[in-house]
């Protein structure tokens, strides 16, 4: 089933475009946004790397779902919700540009993603894993519902906190 259009009262989600491109590889190789996801901010080459699979693996074998989001048009933020070995469940992912920061966005968001979970894909358990240092993350999920079930040390021994909620 290919990556559905979403909308909520301010944001558009909808399957990434090729002239997304820019917005994109900005996104994730800016080091404030990007510092507390995977590995950290990418660099602009790696950043452009991956946005290239969106389109060559992740949408063409259909694997996850992967959402540009929107606020008025302008691309403000990136959202998926993909199985994952860690957990052995499906985690929600997003991330806004700095300008969109501080307006209920993220939770807005991740309130979309939490509904696309559990009404469109029928998940029992949605999760989610956050840096610990991400203190905004954490607070935004907890309002959302989602409890602490572990902790993960990476190899560079930062905490990885490892959150759940279920199905009301």
Known sequence: MPTPV???DRLLLEPYRPDDAADSIAL???PEVARFMGDGPLTPGDAAGLFERLFSKVYAEDLFD???VRRDG????HAEV???DEVDGHE???ALVKPAWGEGLGSELARALLRYGFD???LPRVWATVAEQNHASLALL???GFTHQRDVTEDDGSVTRVLAVDRA
């Open 6 to 8: 979403l909308r909520t």
């Open 28 to 30: 994730l190789s800016d």
């Open 66 to 68: 992967v959402w540009a």
């Open 74 to 77: 302008r691309y403000v933020g």
């Open 82 to 84: 993909k199985h994952t």
């Open 92 to 94: 929600i992912v997003y």
């Open 120 to 122: 469109t894909l029928d």
């Open 142 to 144: 907890g309002k959302l």
